[in-house]
């Protein structure tokens, strides 16, 4: 397999190219193993960040309420986070944890963003085009895509679109908490993608999955820490 990009300018090409493709679309359809990865870097880290930060990843895979497996992958950032390029800092240590999971799951949560992007290809969508899986992205806000809150009801739904496409819908878990942006990416749609998040939501804002694989990346960086003398 072709190593990720090291530069903006490889990170662009590929994104494009995958932007570009058409895979068959990927639906739900009974229990499905729900997998999540997160990437967590040292406590305090503020601003961009730089090559060599020690970076903590987890993966789980999930089926309803049952944790199946888990991984956890250590090593260091690529580069220093710029907006529209995550995947050079965090793409690496995701997918090592991902691949050091027993298996590969029906469905990936990232911590990232799919077709909500400048290129159409965000983090989530590489990452699952990579592994050869279908993916999903749930993040807190949206990197360019535009849409009004749903209503303060679990569950409720809005559009968010990126010029005249939908590339994915505010999903309200918990009301009074700040909704959640669920978006389409590697052969999923907004709509499946909806589907999936809402099975794996029950009673906290953040997918169990998902929420698991920061707990695990965070206690490994806790576990990791050096003790003072």
Do not use: K
Request: net charge positive; glycine share 8%.
């Amino acid at each position: 397999m072709d190593p990720w990009p090291q530069t903006p300018d490889e990170l662009v090409e590929v994104q494009l190219r995958l932007a570009a493709l058409t895979p068959p679309l990927w639906r739900p359809s009974g229990a499905c193993r729900v997998g999540a990865c997160f990437v967590c870097f040292p406590r305090g880290f503020e601003g961009p960040g730089a090559p060599g930060d020690r970076a903590w990843a987890a993966a789980i895979i999930t089926a309803g309420p049952q944790v199946i497996a888990h991984a956890v992958s250590e090593g260091e950032a690529a580069a220093s986070y710029r907006s529209g390029f995550l995947a050079l800092r965090e793409g690496p240590s995701l997918e090592r944890a991902v691949r050091a999971l027993p298996e590969i799951p029906d469905v990936l949560l990232v911590d990232a963003t799919g077709r909500d992007h400048p290129r159409r290809a965000g983090l989530a969508l590489h990452l699952g085009a990579r592994l050869d899986v279908p993916s999903i992205g749930v993040t807190d806000r949206t990197l360019m895509a535009e849409g009004a809150w749903p209503p303060d009801e679990p569950g409720a739904t809005s559009p968010l679109r990126l010029g005249a496409e939908v590339v994915g819908f505010w999903v309200r878990t918990v009301p009074g908490a700040r909704p959640l942006a669920v978006h389409a990416a590697w052969r999923t749609d907004p709509q499946s993608a909806v589907e999936v998040v809402r099975a794996v939501t029950a009673g906290v804002r953040t997918p169990e999955p998902l929420r698991l694989a920061r707990r695990i990346a965070r206690q490994e960086r806790a576990r990791q820490r050096p003790t003072p003398i």
